[in-house]
Nanobody, 123 residues
Framework: QVQLVESGGGLVQAGGSLKLSCTAS????????MSWFRQAPGKEREFVAG????????FYADSVKGRWTISRPSVLGTVYLQMNSLSPEDTAVYYC????????????????WGQGTQVTVSS
């Protein structure tokens, strides 16, 4: 069974940091582009960050650019989302997703999704 498992969410004060992890099991994701999405209560799911299959290109939503960093130290391993300068507007469930293409980004079809991890930022 193919799974993407997110971890690292939690409760943090505004201005703080969290690091999310996305680990795959059941298959490898060599060459797959990986992305993070989020969904806040009452809102649609939105793209926040993506990384290409090779790890050489990254993509960010304007709302997180300059604050957050997506990385994949090894194409075989975990994908991370380092979130700095968090604000209450970042409160959401964060999802990891993978697509069988080298390119990541919004408005693209993703083949696999994780169950999500809750991030709550208090003011």
């Amino acid at each position: 069974q193919v799974q993407l498992v997110e971890s690292g969410g939690g409760l943090v004060q505004a201005g703080g940091s969290l690091k999310l992890s996305c680990t795959a099991s059941g298959r490898t994701f060599i060459g797959y582009a990986m992305s993070w999405f989020r969904q806040a209560p009452g809102k649609e799911r939105e793209f926040v960050a993506g990384i290409s299959g090779s790890g050489s290109r990254t993509f960010y939503a304007d709302s997180v650019k300059g604050r957050w960093t997506i990385s994949r130290p090894s194409v075989l391993g975990t994908v991370y989302l380092q979130m700095n300068s968090l604000s209450p507007e970042d409160t959401a469930v964060y999802y990891c997703a993978a697509r069988s293409s080298t390119t990541a980004g919004p408005d693209l079809l993703y083949d696999y999704w994780g169950q999500g991890t809750q991030v709550t930022v208090s003011s």
